[in-house]
């Protein structure tokens, strides 16, 4: 009997510790002590209105817009280099003398062959003049001759012999007029040889084409140089350009060119004037590629120049030398080409914007995203699908939207949000991969975001 009560009350003790137990665990569970899920940690932003302008980055160097390069079409010596690099010249300006003494002479010899020539000529001539007279006396004699063979006064002899007298005088004339003709041609031959050679001197001497500066002077007092022919240009001596007009010559990747059109509006900065901004415009867009092979596969870029607007740096000008710019040709510069511009437009944050139809190709960074958009639009490919995650009540919903242009920070968003929306737009990874429609998250400040979701 006491062993009954025994076991009883031992039973009531393990109830009564099960209970503790069991009201312990549901206590924790509902406090959240254990058992509790740990939710994505999410950073939000509001979708806006604002002004966006589209740009596209290049860089490149700073060239005059006109720069004619000097070569000489004369052989020879440079004897006389009458300007330095940097001088400023005027069109007509004499700039070099090749030695002219092998083109002088070639100058009296084509002359003395005129001469010769024309002498020839006057021969030519006299000769005609002669054989005109004879073939008049010829002429004569055979009228009479053929009179007096009808009246057979003469013989058919004599007769012949006097027609035959003509028709030798009358070929001595004809052979007289094409030696005239001939020596015609021989003369105006030797004038267009004489025309030639002159010419030739005429080219030792070089003269600016154009109003400039010497930008670069490649060769000394002295030294030889060959003259331009139908397989070579010539050797260059230097080059002459106009600086008070520059441009920036970039090179514009193929996804991005599309985007560019004349007279869209650039901002440049040169490494040599840092913190200045210059405006520009795009005043050429090459038709065709230049196509480099870089170190994994080929690179392809159009060659964009954009002319830099003087009233952007109109402080830097020397007022003691208008002519000379305050840039060099060479200078590195960076261009921003504004695009397209759009304003009070719904935005979103790059980062917001992702897409869901191949997990393999996410990228974390908002650059990469903003990169492949642009790929996609350069090959008009309409598979891309865009995405936002909208934050509402603890929970993500996956919204389609569809985006118009972009800057450094933000897309136009063209359709599927709303001003006032609560979209997530960190951490990236998340966004990219992780998270999913209507789950819940736990939205924090991003600077509480836990370093292992960025």
């Known amino acids: 009997m006491a062993e009954v009560k025994k076991n009883k009350k031992r039973n009531i003790i393990l109830i009564a510790i099960s209970l503790i137990i069991l009201i312990a665990l549901i206590t924790a569970k509902k406090t959240g002590l254990i058992g509790k899920t740990e939710s994505t940690r999410i950073s939000t932003e509001d979708v806006e209105r604002r002004s966006i302008t589209e740009k596209i980055a290049a860089s ?42 092998i083109y002088e002479s070639n100058v009296e010899k084509s002359r003395a062959m005129l001469n010769s020539a024309k002498a020839n000529l006057a021969n030519a001539r006299a000769r005609l003049s002669q054989s005109d007279a004879q073939m008049a006396k010829a002429d004569a004699d055979f009228k009479r001759s053929h009179n007096l063979h009808k009246k057979e006064v003469i013989s058919d002899a004599d007769y012949e012999s006097a027609k035959s007298q003509f028709d030798v005088t009358k070929a001595q004339v004809e052979a007289a007029k094409e030696s005239v003709e001939a020596s015609r041609y021989s003369v105006k031959n030797s004038e267009a040889a004489v025309k030639e050679a002159e010419n030739n001197l005429r080219k030792t001497a070089v003269f600016a084409p154009i109003d400039g500066t010497v930008s670069k002077l490649s060769k000394e007092l002295g030294e030889r140089v060959s003259g331009a022919s139908q397989f070579s240009g010539g050797t260059e001596v230097m080059r002459i350009a106009n600086l008070n007009n520059m441009e920036v010559q970039v090179d514009v990747g193929e996804n991005d060119i599309v ?13 040599a004037y840092l ?18 092979l870089g170190t994994t596969d080929q690179v392809t870029n159009f060659k964009v120049r954009i002319r830099m607007l003087a009233s952007s740096y109109s402080d830097l000008m020397d007022a003691n030398n208008p002519n000379l710019s305050p840039f060099r ?17 719904l935005t979103v944050a790059i980062p917001a914007v992702t897409t869901r139809e191949d997990t393999s190709s996410y990228r974390s960074s908002k650059k990469s995203y903003s990169n492949k958009k642009k790929e996609s639009k350069a090959n008009n490919n309409d598979e891309v699908q865009e995405y936002v995650f909208v934050y509402k009540e603890n929970k993500v919903f996956l919204r389609k939207v569809k985006t118009g242009i972009q800057n450094d920070d933000y897309f136009e968003i063209i359709e599927g949000l709303e001003e006032g929306d609560e979209v997530v737009v960190a951490p990236y990874r998340a966004i990219s991969k992780k998270l999913k429609n209507k789950q819940p998250v736990e939205k924090v400040k991003k600077e509480n975001l836990f370093d292992g979701d960025e």
């Open 60 to 101: 490149g160097k700073i060239q005059p817009e006109k720069e004619i390069l000097i070569a000489p079409d004369a052989s020879g010596e440079i004897v006389g280099l009458y300007v330095k690099e940097g001088d400023s010249v005027k069109s007509g300006q004499l700039l070099l003398k090749i030695n002219p003494d």
């Open 275 to 292: 913190g200045r901004k210059f405006k520009g415009i795009v005043t050429q867009i090459a038709n065709s590629a230049n196509t480099t």
């Open 329 to 345: 040709p060479g200078m590195s510069a960076s261009v921003e080409i504004l695009t397209k511009y759009v304003s009070n437009v």
């Open 259 to 271: 985007r560019v059109h004349l007279y869209d509006t650039a901002l440049i900065e040169v490494d």
